[in-house]
């Protein structure tokens, strides 16, 4: 099981950055892929970043060239360095790890399984 904290959340004006931070507890952090989603009011939830177990990264096209995500993987912590933020950046930013298939406690999932940080706000505005 894991347990993920996000931090780092706030409100900017436009053109500011802001950096999240969601921590991870529990064991072998190195072989979730990580990712950060946002949920904008009155949207569906939106895939933002996502860094998978071997590195490769991942980005919306709304957000390349102005987010970075990062992972540390001593230190069970993935990151998003969000620049050159926008109003429409508003929404909730929650951090997602998706373990792959196997056992989790007694039960197996063939297609992984998925862990959900409570978010943290992101509120752009002039």
């Known amino acids: 099981q894991v347990q993920l904290v996000e931090s780092g959340g706030g409100l900017v004006q436009p053109g500011e950055s802001l950096r999240l931070s969601c921590a991870a507890s529990g064991s072998d952090f190195r072989v979730y892929n990580m990712g950060w989603y946002r949920q904008a009011p009155g949207k569906e939830r939106e895939l933002v970043a996502s860094a998978a177990s071997g590195g490769l990264s991942n980005y919306a096209d709304s957000v390349k060239g102005r987010f970075t995500i990062s992972r540390d993987d001593a230190k069970n912590t993935v990151y998003l360095q969000m620049n050159s933020l926008k109003p429409e950046d508003t929404a909730v930013y929650s951090c997602?790890?998706?373990?792959?298939?196997?056992?989790?406690?007694?039960?197996?999932?063939?297609?992984?399984?998925?862990?959900w940080g409570k978010g943290t706000l992101v509120t752009v505005s002039a």
């Open positions: 997602n790890a998706h373990g792959p298939p196997g056992y989790y406690g007694r039960t197996y999932y063939l297609n992984g399984i998925d862990f």
